[in-house]
């Protein structure tokens, strides 16, 4: 069996978001998908772990979008193991248009092992992290996520109730709810300046996430209210890098830090375009 795993989707409608491609919370969903059939093609999939008393969960993702997937393409997600560390592991994938064969994503992922009683970090048995390590894995460009310390007073926050529906098998957040949650931030944040998705499709224009970086900390569950506090980390011609942390509005304690880098496009064809000058002029102010 191939420790480099390959399995192919085709994009289903109730996965393009309004503006007509693939939402980056849902290439996230396919990425974990993928991972668990890739481990069970391995003989240690969801069911075989949890006889062997222990959980593998997601501590960070990083994953960049080169191009867009629409509405029944066909796509190829491939992914691999990059290296492990006593309870800590690397893995790496990379999302390839079936036709095309360009690339339209890849990226990282830092994945820790935990014991199913304790929720305590344990090592897995050698012999079966050496089932999925490749002799010579190709690396993937990542960078570490980047300490954020005091938030400008210029900082939004808004509240996020979670729902049902967010939870997984778990009983906790779904990992790539919180990506859905950091970009209503940023969406709410546009809207706040004049600039909804309504008035960005009025002027023909689309946002695209070129890169998302996202840090778990501590699991979010139903009922929980959490704060979203978004704030600018950099500005260009156009677009521009929104961090957004998550915390329990209960006790403030950290549940996700995430930053999503966005380019602004024509909606026809894709193009990159200036921000409008009264958008521009308000994410100057947002600036950490």
Not at 188 to 205: I, N
Not at 219 to 238: C, E, F, H, K, Y
Not at 247 to 273: F, H, K, M, V
Request: charged share 20%.
């Amino acid at each position: 069996m191939s420790k480099i795993f390959t399995r192919s989707y085709r994009a289903r409608y109730s996965d393009i978001n309004a503006d007509g491609q693939l939402a980056p919370s849902e290439t996230l969903r396919y990425v974990i998908e993928t991972a668990y059939d890739w481990a069970e093609n391995l003989g240690l999939g969801y069911q075989a772990s949890e006889k062997l008393g222990f959980v593998w969960v997601i501590r960070e993702t990083e994953m960049h979008f080169f191009e867009s997937l629409h509405f029944r393409d066909e796509f190829d997600f491939t992914i691999w193991l990059l290296e492990w560390r006593r309870v800590r592991g690397t893995r790496a994938f990379v999302v390839t248009h079936k036709d095309h064969g360009i690339t339209i994503a890849q990226g990282v992922q830092q994945i820790a092992c935990l014991d199913t009683n304790t929720q305590r970090p344990v090592s897995p048995p050698e012999e079966f992290i050496q089932k999925f390590l490749p002799d010579a894995p190709q690396a993937v460009p990542s960078q570490p996520f980047p300490k954020i310390s005091a938030l400008p007073d210029s900082s939004l926050t808004l509240q996020q109730k979670v729902a049902w529906q967010d939870l997984d098998v778990m009983d906790i957040v779904n990992n790539a709810v919180y990506i859905a949650y950091a970009e209503e931030a940023v969406t709410q944040m546009l809207a706040y300046f004049g600039w909804s998705p309504m008035e960005l499709k009025s002027h023909g224009l689309a946002r695209k996430v070129r890169r998302l970086h996202i840090q778990y900390h501590t699991p979010a569950r139903w009922g929980d209210t959490l704060n979203l506090t978004i704030t600018s980390l950099q500005l260009d011609p156009i677009g521009s890098s929104q961090y957004v942390g998550m915390t329990r509005a209960s006790d403030g304690a950290p549940i996700a830090s995430c930053i999503l880098d966005w380019s602004l496009t024509d909606r026809g064809n894709g193009e990159a375009l200036a921000l409008p000058e009264s958008l521009s002029t308000a994410l100057k102010a947002t600036l950490r």
